[in-house]
């Protein structure tokens, strides 16, 4: 009873967040920030991966930037030196990035130990120094422009208006997703890893390969997203991809709640409008505020700020009904 | 390949691999001691070279006393991010004590950054450099030319890995290390305070750090983001070693420097040198191959 | 056909310089309630280790139903029919404890990432069946009620029980027990005892590592008795307790023998 009853209230939840998404674009809504809300979208789905990643597997990625850029190059090279269906190009990009993050992936999780911090971090790395390098296919510093719209039929998704619902729909879409995911049997899977890696393996859970399943589902998100980019800015240049990028995607992370899907609007919602609004410089001072908000909410709250705000707020609706109930 | 080629590639090598080998150090010690990866370790290099710099150039302190208080506050800072942030975490997780010492790394890097903010504009650029110890006219041997600061590199790391060797074995407070990263709860009943000794290992791992920041950055430059190459260089050194043996992890940062400068210098095929950043990965690539064949070999014998 | 369910040959394990288990030859009837007993220090824990696939022996070899089991690690021994409780629980604290024993399930169903992401019927069909037995082996240990409870809630003894339909789940053959009666008082023993003997009936095989001798000699058709990582005898419950070599054993460890 309990159980739909909480089902419910999340339908109410989201409710109010579907009708946000649906009506922002709008321009006596929110059309000035369109573009912000653009990039809220792209970026929630880098960061449900990360999410997810941390929450079930225990170890941090620092190279969501590093796929976030093979899907965003993958896109542009193939749809502008080699004319590939756009939509085409991204799938492509998606299986590469999620066949690359599968064999890192795989050289990791089988050892005992946090590696997966450092060697994404030196992956985004190298990712970065290769779109630099390659300057036969990556253009190098100077990047890729003119990258084409993408278009069903003879729509073409090329104002923001239109860009916005195609950007958010292959969000909630990814949400839904790792939605369904997280109450299936493999979620069930997951938790249990969560819970006891011993007992999962018990119970003929290979906790391995499922961190690996996972952290290729992120890579997979986080590819699909970078095409998205492409398609919106129309120019890749390999600047966007490095730590920075991947560090903020952490911060997002970790605000939204680590294991938590819909926690990862909030995180990134929060950390843009952080970093558009208020932090304008590229300058000491974004470290600054990341690192103490990295520090500060994991020491208070470590399961993510938003989830620690949701479940303070359940302890508290718990208390007033028995309250209620007593009197 | 020429022979003046090799014998610099192995010279620069030599006393870059060994910085990367302190910082090895910090982080066995640390990860031994409390079991965590402390991420900030490539920022007390950073922080050793940057503050020996300031402290002389800006505030005019004498050479050696700068090079002194550089490692100290960066001892103090090391001390701090274990009191503040990581013993805060009461029974944190893994992944939360990751984020700490990642938020703590780009905290120093903001801090630096913005402190001296000024400064670095007008100098020009934040790429620093610290005077030579002894001066900066190179030495010639075998056709290759030394910079003296290599000397100074690659000697006191020498020394520090003794002093390291002989503070472990001989002293009470290493052998309490020692005890403690082998078996935390045997060595806390025989009245060993853990906590003493995971804010040692922090301290020691931040010096570490520090003394090889001082000696580098003069030969090297130094600037606000040389944590990140040098903590990742400094990382594969440790997964050499095993993240337990001392040992190894200096055999590895010393040859994973001079397989660094060796691709510096050697176009392979169609990896220009631009790729020599590169080769940091490739070898922590290899390493967890090796690793996990022999992790899944050792199940097996054991 | 053995009517061996397991057997042990030469099984050693040593870690380091001391030798946990020196040479252990044993087999295991099916269908048979097993008890392995022994004083402290006797190695129970690492043949049970063994057994369950955390440890890989130093020597010597454990078969199946008559096929090797290698270095198969535990979540291969969980598919192929091998369930284990824990001595420290270890129930899955993020979920209802229902969903625990239907996480039970995974080794006998099938769907997976794309069936559940997309909602395709087999995964439903199948989420259906997973519930369905699930309650079926909650009802079993006699927690039906509590199907919808956070399992901390639950006092140990109930927890523990919770464990065993945990693993009941995976529809075992071989289902092994970790000192499944520490810390359960009196009544709590007896409802244990009475559960091994319902799971004998469901023709599964138990072996139970206990301190605990009136649960043993209660409810074991054979045992087994290490001292020092050796087997020093077996035989059924009545012939052990009159052996010399398990008596003097035990005279060394008083507080088995209360």
């Known amino acids: ?327 | 390949m020429s022979l003046d080629l090799i014998v610099q590639s192995v010279i620069s090598g030599l006393s870059q691999g060994s910085v990367y080998a302190l910082v090895g150090l910090g982080f066995t010690i640390v990860f031994t001691v409390t079991g965590i990866i402390n991420f900030a370790q490539g920022e007390f290099v950073m922080l050793g070279g940057m503050l020996s710099w300031v402290f002389f150039r800006l505030y005019g302190v004498p050479q050696v006393p700068a090079l002194i208080l550089a490692v100290m506050v960066a001892t103090v800072v090391g001390a701090l991010l274990y009191l503040l942030a990581i013993r805060s975490a009461r029974k944190a997780s893994v992944v939360s004590l990751i984020i700490i010492t990642i938020g703590a790394s780009i905290l120093i890097r903001g801090i630096v950054s913005e402190i001296w903010r000024e400064d670095f504009v007008r100098n020009g650029t934040d790429v620093v450099r610290p005077p030579y110890f002894t001066g900066e006219n190179p030495l010639h041997f075998l056709g290759a030319s030394i910079e003296p600061q290599r000397l100074w590199i690659v000697g006191t790391t020498i020394f520090v890995a003794i002093a390291l060797h002989l503070f472990f074995s001989y002293t009470m407070v290493g052998k309490a290390l020692r005890a403690s990263s082998v078996n935390r709860v045997g060595a806390s009943l025989s009245g060993i305070n853990p906590r003493t000794m995971a804010l040692i290992a922090f301290a020691m791992a931040a010096a570490l750090g520090a003394i090889g920041g001082i000696v580098v950055a003069p030969q090297n430059t130094t600037y606000v983001e040389a944590g990140l190459m040098l903590g990742l260089n400094g990382f594969v050194a440790a997964a050499i070693g095993g993240f337990r043996s001392q040992l190894l992890t200096v055999a590895g940062g010393i040859g994973l420097g001079i397989l660094e400068q060796f691709a510096i210098r050697v176009d392979w095929g169609p990896l220009s040198s631009g790729y020599a950043d590169a080769i940091g990965l490739v070898v922590l690539v290899l390493v967890l191959l090796v690793r996990s064949g022999k992790l899944a070999a050792q199940e097996r014998a054991s | 056909m053995s009517s061996s369910i397991l057997e042990t040959k030469g099984l050693c394990k040593a870690f380091g310089g001391l030798t946990a288990v020196d040479k252990v030859d044993l087999s295991v009837e099916t269908g048979k309630i097993t008890s392995i007993i022994g004083p402290n220090g006797a190695g129970k824990t690492t043949l049970f280790n063994l057994i369950a696939g955390v440890y890989a022996p130093s020597s010597g070899e454990i078969s199946f139903q008559g096929e090797s089991l290698g270095h198969a690690p535990p979540h291969k021994r969980a598919a192929l029919g091998i369930a284990r409780t824990f001595q420290n629980v270890l129930l899955f604290d993020n979920m209802t404890a229902l969903e625990n024993v239907m996480t039970g399930q995974h080794p006998r169903s099938r769907y997976g990432f794309f069936e559940a992401a997309l909602r395709l019927p087999k995964a439903h069909h199948e989420e259906e069946t997973i519930s369905l037995k699930a309650k079926q082996y909650l009802n079993l240990v006699g927690l039906g009620m509590y199907a919808d409870r956070n399992p901390l809630s639950l006092p140990l003894g109930q927890q523990k029980l919770l464990t065993i339909a945990r693993a009941l789940a995976t529809e075992p053959k071989l289902l092994l027990l970790d000192e499944p009666g520490a810390g359960l008082n009196a009544l709590e023993k007896q409802g244990l005892s009475e559960l091994i003997r319902r799971i004998r009936e469901m023709g599964i095989t138990t072996i139970l590592v206990e301190h605990d001798m009136d649960l043993v000699m209660g409810i074991a058709e054979w045992v087994i008795v290490l001292d020092s990582g050796q087997k020093i005898a077996e035989g059924t419950a009545s012939q052990i307790q009159k052996n010399k070599k398990v008596i003097a054993a035990y005279l060394g460890d008083e507080e088995a023998i209360e």
Not at chain 1, 159 to 169: D, E, K, N
Not at chain 1, 201 to 223: D, T, Y
């Open chain 1, 1 to 327: 009873m309990l159980a739909r009853l909480k089902a419910r209230g999340a339908y109410l939840a989201i409710a109010p967040l579907l009708v946000l998404v649906v009506l922002a674009p709008f321009d006596w809504f929110l059309g000035d920030y369109t573009t912000l809300l653009i990039f809220m979208g792209i970026h929630t789905m880098v960061t449900v991966g990360l999410c997810l990643l941390m929450g079930y597997t225990g170890q941090v990625s620092l190279g969501q930037a590093a796929f976030y850029g093979l899907g965003a190059y993958g896109s542009a090279i193939l749809t502008t030196k080699y004319d590939v269906n756009p939509w085409l190009a991204m799938v492509s990009a998606a299986a590469i990035t999620g066949a690359f993050a599968y064999i890192v992936g795989y050289l990791i999780f089988r050892l005992k130990g946090n590696y997966l911090a450092m060697a994404t971090l030196g992956l985004g790395l190298v990712i970065v120094i290769l779109f630099e390098q390659l300057d036969g296919l990556t253009n190098g510093v100077r990047g890729i422009t003119g990258i084409p719209r993408l278009s069903i039929g003879d729509f073409v998704f090329d104002t923001a208006f239109r860009r916005y619902f195609l950007v958010w729909f292959f969000c909630l879409a990814t949400l839904l997703l790792a939605q369904n995911m997280v109450r299936s049997r493999t979620g069930r899977a997951l938790r249990a890893i969560h819970g006891s890696e011993a007992a999962a393996e018990s119970i003929g859970v290979n906790s391995a390969q499922f961190k690996v399943k996972i952290f290729v589902l992120g890579a997979v998100f986080a590819s699909l997203a970078g095409s998205l980019y492409a398609h919106n800015v129309f120019y890749v240049s390999p600047g966007r991809f490095g730590f920075l990028f991947s560090v903020m995607l952490v911060v997002m992370a970790v605000i939204g709640g680590l294991a938590s899907i819909w926690g990862a609007i909030f995180g990134t919602a929060v950390v843009r409008l952080l970093s558009d609004k208020l932090l304008i410089e590229l300058g000491g001072w974004d470290m600054i505020i990341y690192g103490l908000i990295l520090i500060a909410v994991m020491i208070f709250v470590p399961q993510g700020l938003f989830v620690g705000l949701r479940d303070t707020y359940e302890r508290w609706r718990l208390r007033r009904t028995r309250r209620g109930a007593v009197t």
